[in-house]
T-cell receptor, first 116, second 111 residues
Framework: DTAVSQTPKYLVTQMGNDKSIKCEQNLGHDTMYWYKQDSKKFLKIMFSYNNKELIINETVPNRFSPKSPDKAHLNLHINSLELGDSAVYFC???????????????FGSGTRLTVV | SQQGEEDPQALSIQEGENATMNCSYKTSINNLQWYRQNSGRGLVHLILIRSNEREKHSGRLRVTLDTSKKSSSLLITASRAADTASYFCATVQTGANNLFFGTGTRLTVIP
């Protein structure tokens, strides 16, 4: 069983469209994250949720809206897609907020978003 | 910026050789972690070293941490073609609860 699974793996869409990426973890972790990896491989945190509550919201355009229906799921909805949104988006989870001081994150395999 | 920087950006070695990657960071940290990313895949956690530790081993991996220089190194001994991947360091700042990643080193091990 995949520990952190993201769907879709690839997403090609036109500018202006709205799209969602889904993430699910079966590890029983309390905290989930969205990271964006740009073309230079730089990973930047976007959001973090702990047990369905938003705890980190980095400087991300309002067009990006995370939603966590329960602690095992964290979805990312993007409105009015722009060319600059093209990137690989990674979902990750950790046991709980604060446990990153003792344990690492578990990452999904990523969603490659291409906006044309 | 909280981002770490890694050196070199790319490294190419022959199978069986050792590979050393370095990471520098800017702030006081709680711990530093190393991750591996194979092409087209997510990141895999390799090892975590706390700020009060100087060296840690895991299999063929050896990590050192020098908090006075704000730097860490990852040594992979007896490299294999399967070690070909990008390697990232990530730091947890003191008092913070999330990871900030470095820029990564692309390692190629030639069979």
């Amino acid at each position: 069983d995949t520990a952190v699974s993201q769907t879709p793996k690839y997403l090609v869409t036109q500018m202006g469209n709205d799209k969602s990426i889904k993430c699910e973890q079966n590890l029983g972790h309390d905290t989930m994250y969205w990271y964006k990896q740009d073309s230079k491989k730089f990973l930047k945190i976007m959001f973090s949720y702990n047990n369905k509550e938003l705890i980190i919201n980095e400087t991300v355009p309002n067009r990006f809206s995370p939603k966590s229906p329960d602690k095992a799921h964290l979805n990312l909805h993007i409105n009015s897609l722009e060319l600059g949104d093209s990137a690989v988006y990674f979902c990750a989870s950790s046991r709980a907020t604060g446990t990153v001081r003792s344990y690492g994150y578990t990452f999904g395999s990523g969603t490659r978003l291409t906006v044309v | 910026s909280q981002q770490g920087e890694e050196d070199p950006q790319a490294l190419s070695i022959q199978e069986g050789e050792n590979a050393t990657m370095n990471c520098s960071y800017k702030t006081s940290i709680n711990n530093l972690q190393w991750y591996r990313q194979n092409s087209g895949r997510g990141l895999v956690h390799l090892i975590l070293i706390r700020s009060n530790e100087r060296e840690k081993h895991s299999g063929r991996l050896r990590v050192t941490l020098d908090t006075s220089k704000k730097s860490s190194s990852l040594l992979i001994t007896a490299s294999r073609a399967a070690d070909t991947a990008s390697y990232f360091c990530a730091t947890v700042q003191t008092g913070a609860n999330n990871l900030f990643f470095g820029t990564g080193t692309r390692l190629t091990v030639i069979p």
